[in-house]
C-alpha cells in the first residue's frame, strides 16, 4: 500500500520555525518528484514548493521564497518542508505529495499520492 504520512504541525508564534516530514512506504521517494501544498481555510489548495522527478528544478511560490525550503532525506525514504520567518498567513493545513511525472509546475492535478495533512498554525 502506498502511503504519505506527514508529522511535525503545530502551533508557533510569529517568527518562528517548523519542520514538517513526510514519511513514504509501499514506494521509493527518490523516484517519484515532490511537493508541499497547503490549504487555508476558505481557500483552495495550492502548491508551496515541488521538486521535479527530472531534478534540477523547484518550484516556489512567491509567498514562501527565501523563507521555506523542501528536501529528501532518501536513506529514511522521507521529505521534508523547513520553514522559517513564519508568518500568520502561512496559517494552512499542510499536504505532502508525490508524481510519476518528470516535470512538474507544481500544480494538484499532477499528483497521485498525498499526505492526509498536518495543520501549522503561526500566531501569537
Known amino acids: 500500500q502506498l502511503q504519505l504520512v506527514e508529522s511535525g504541525g503545530g502551533l508557533v508564534q510569529p517568527g518562528g520555525s517548523l519542520r514538517l516530514s513526510c514519511a513514504a512506504s509501499?514506494?521509493?521517494?527518490?523516484?517519484?518528484?515532490i511537493g508541499w501544498f497547503r490549504q487555508a481555510p476558505g481557500k483552495d489548495r495550492e502548491g508551496v514548493l515541488c521538486?521535479?522527478?527530472?531534478?534540477?528544478?523547484?518550484h516556489y511560490a512567491d509567498s514562501v521564497k527565501g523563507r521555506f525550503t523542501i528536501s529528501r532525506d532518501n536513506a529514511k525514504n522521507t521529505m521534508y518542508l523547513q520553514m522559517n520567518s513564519l508568518k500568520p498567513e502561512d496559517t494552512a493545513v499542510y499536504y505532502c505529495a508525490a508524481t510519476e511525472s518528470w516535470d512538474s509546475d507544481c500544480l494538484l492535478y499532477e499528483y497521485t499520492y498525498w499526505g492526509q495533512g498536518t495543520q501549522v498554525t503561526v500566531s501569537s
Open positions: 521538486i521535479s522527478r527530472r531534478g534540477g528544478s523547484t
Open positions: 509501499g514506494f521509493t521517494l527518490d523516484y517519484y518528484g
